[in-house]
């Protein structure tokens, strides 16, 4: 197939949409201040093949699209031990809710809401693992430095109220092993990593290879087991309060984030990252999904 | 693949684990008196192959499986006007939670939880289907007689005072045009649906042909759009508040029942139902997911 | 204190009120179409003195004031035993809410919900009490005939889904033991008793007068020890979820129907009725707590 | 009344019960440690006179009963501005859940949960008031120098990661003014006052004084409006989840702690105080409620 001109379709099609519908996350001024009138789209095949278009190279903040690599790092750290404090079920609730929290005693439904994402981070320090590593992880994925945008960092920490209590709400249960600071400097950090379509679509690009670095002759980045797994836990939790729905729609593993960015898989064939910065009313990126729904329609690449 | 010897080789596996674990539904004697000691396994490929192992023949009460084929009708009757009065998100909660219910209005989250099935079965007898329509489908669906378990039907109608809660409380929402006890009069009935693994693996076969009926021919169940969409809520809400659990440990969309039935689907390549009647605490059969992960293993079928 | 003239001044500075706030309850039309510029005031002293003023001998639909008088009943009969059942909390919920009521297995968390109100009748149909005897009980209480209004009874039972749903709820918890359909007959009739404001001030009587019937002479209603406790459970559950706003502001056990009218009392002193059909958000008779917050604050009279 | 007397026959009654039921507090050494069998008891009339038994002069950690005289701080600050950002209804849930804060946007639902004593903190710190000032309000009170106990004060800092959650979850929505950490310091202090029965008779003696000073001659405490408004929650909203039951089995306004102590009014006439450290399970002093049972059967006290 030729992907190249597949997603210079997408983005003609998509264009002439941007900044009509949707708003830009507003809750700290770095993310606030991203121009609305913005698309990328990459891809990368089991192959190594890349194709891109729009925006594909302009960097944004990948704020919970990381939250699918620190679960790769704590799945390959700890194996089946990280479910005894973390669970796998959607979480029937909006993304940061606490109530489910409180029924199920501090123990998060799922990786991929915050609460999930900061007892991962809390796993991690207790293996060692810091910034300085989780952005060695990225730099390796994608073979190109990757940074963190420390404004946006700063101000998720001077503003992340809500994920402040979560944390000590998980510790007053006893599921958070590490000071509370510490972990949430990791998890802020990893929210204010700053990357590419076409550098997520690479660093992705282990989904779609059964855990294969997406540099041939490097260790493997996890199992296919751990892959098959991770890609199930992007369809059933990737995309907030709206899984089902995106699964139903679109129906594949998929990773988002409010920074506009959406990581999707197709499962031994290819990873595609998306990008636009205004979201909808379930803070996935409206016209990021919208360009998936195009991508599986001009392409018939469904797992269902 | 050898299907016949990859089923025979799951059956002479579970076979010695039958009794050990898990308990009968019993909360209606024509559940609770089923022998614990069975399993049956059952297949249909997308090319019309067929094998089976174990109690493939022996009729049970599909139960909650038949949400499967009254969410068929229903998407072949009203099309996206369905979701007006159903969602498309997976619970969060217990199968016959009410919470979820109140919070969201009387409009159920989904197909497959109680609520959900009792607003299809609504929107069935305003398009004039009843019980025997219901059986007609079915016996097409495999090419046998299917027949009600009349008993099973009373029996659920004697005792499903949440049931009966459940579609009061949708009506004063105004969510159920019809008259309670015509709805639950159906709902009762599809429960008490009796087939067995070799019928439903066969009756179910059309999602793994893009909606084709099993025998060629015939004209099509539902469309190609729609049966990818049906075997996405069957991943991310098909197995009570496990779902999540199974995709990501199985990695099939499934659809189970308390009678110990499930449906899996291989897309584009076949069809699975395996029974046996001991469940789990979350209400699927215990030794069914045992032998989809066992199927799993053999093959590397997966969607993921 | 000359209480005549105290509700004459109530009455002057409500009159005026009438119409301009609130609104009627409109679910069944026997109560929509109850002309909302109405105003009843009346009351009864241990002593057995007697003063109304405004529309107090205007029979309304007293609806859950009726709830106070079934309770009486069943704690006559049942005694310690009737809290097996129910609870004694405040529900903190909107007042026909379920959550509550899963949350805690079928038992209602107090007597003045719905809920509650319905495993009472329950609890009355074991013991042979059915509506005859209800009605005789509130005839003999105030010396006159009382009816039901027959037209709201059969509209209640016509739109009461929500009512049926909570009854077979906890009927599938094992909470309600006779048949759904007797126990709410008893409960839609008790809220379409018709009575006047000095009707239900009167027959309310025994609540300030520990128990002593308000004539003198016939046997007691209820023990004094009953009585602190009925009143305890009005001050806290009384007034739907604004119990603890209506302690604060008035200070005295009321109970409140969507009807209009409100029973309170102020203990070993009097009791009080008040009437006026257009309701605040929270459910309860707008000019009704205004009129009862007069009072308090012209006489003095309060528990606290 | 001789109220010596009946201190002294209910001590005699309650000694023999003391360790058999119930457990101390253990959640941080300083509660932990607290020998369980002792019971005080002390009152404090209207008019000045004074009774005590058993240990009525040891002193213990005060905790929640503090919120008391927070409330009553605020309430003299702020007047009905108070109510923007506190509710009065009780909270139908245990007495540190997040669940209906997050439902309520981050405004507790009253001042006596955790939620609400910490916005009542922040409202005091906003207003200029620190730790010496509410030192110097409560020796002020009992006309005797009162003191923080610092080691429990560091103890429910370094331990209190719920409430810590709670806090930083109202900042979340914008509901706490002050930095969370000032917020915390007086709230874990206010927790950490050490007083006997004696003392806390006396000093919530103005609450039976319609807000007068216990010593007269000196400004009064509150209004007699602010006075039976902060009786009237303590009815409603005193003691935890049971504040129900109280209300239906003693009938008198308490506020209660973990340290074991429980102050009761008997408005216009006393107000009590006793003490026993053993809690039950809804957190409150059991024979400390035992003993306000045997209060109000023995001298008819009741405001019902």
Redesign the interface.
């Known amino acids: 197939m030729n992907f190249q001109s597949v997603l210079d379709e997408i983005d003609r099609e998509i264009r002439p949409l941007l900044g009509a519908e949707g708003a830009v996350a507003c809750y700290i001024p770095g993310l606030a201040r991203v121009p609305v009138a913005q698309f990328g789209i990459a891809l990368h095949t089991r192959e190594g093949v890349e194709a891109c278009a729009g925006d594909a190279a302009t960097p944004f903040s990948i704020q919970s699209v990381s939250k699918l690599f620190t679960l790769t790092l704590a799945m390959r750290y700890l194996g089946d031990a990280l479910w005894e404090r973390i669970?796998?079920?959607?979480?029937?609730?909006p993304f940061n809710?606490?109530?489910?929290l409180?029924h199920e005693q501090g123990k998060p439904?799922?990786p991929f809401i915050n609460a999930g994402a900061i007892a991962i981070a809390d796993r991690l320090v207790s293996r060692g693992q810091g910034k300085a590593d989780l952005l060695a992880f990225m730099s390796d994925l994608c073979g190109e430095a990757v940074r963190y945008d420390e404004e946006v960092a700063a101000s998720e920490a001077a503003t992340g109220?809500?994920n402040?209590?979560?944390?000590?709400?998980m510790?007053?249960f006893g599921k958070i092993d590490n000071a509370?600071g510490e972990v949430l400097a990791l998890y802020f950090h990893q929210c204010a990593i700053h990357m590419s379509c076409r550098q997520l679509a690479r660093a992705a690009a282990f989904l779609c290879r059964d855990g294969a670095h997406p540099f041939d002759g490097r260790p493997e980045i996890t199992t296919e087991r751990h892959?098959?797994?991770i890609?199930?836990?992007m369809?059933?939790?990737g995309t907030y309060?709206?899984?089902?729905?995106v699964?139903?729609?679109i129906?594949l593993?998929c990773k988002s984030g409010v920074g506009g960015g959406i990581v999707a898989v197709v499962?031994d064939q290819l990873t595609l990252c998306v990008w636009s910065p205004a979201l909808d009313a379930s803070g996935n990126s409206l016209l990021g999904l919208k360009a998936l729904e195009l991508f599986v329609a001009k392409t018939g690449l469904?797992?269902?």
């Open positions: 669970g796998r079920e959607p979480s029937g609730n809710s606490l109530v489910q409180e439904r799922n109220f809500r402040i209590a979560l944390a000590n709400f510790k007053s509370v892959t098959h797994r890609n199930a836990l369809l059933t939790c309060d709206a899984a089902g729905d699964a139903f729609s129906g593993p499962p469904s797992i269902f």
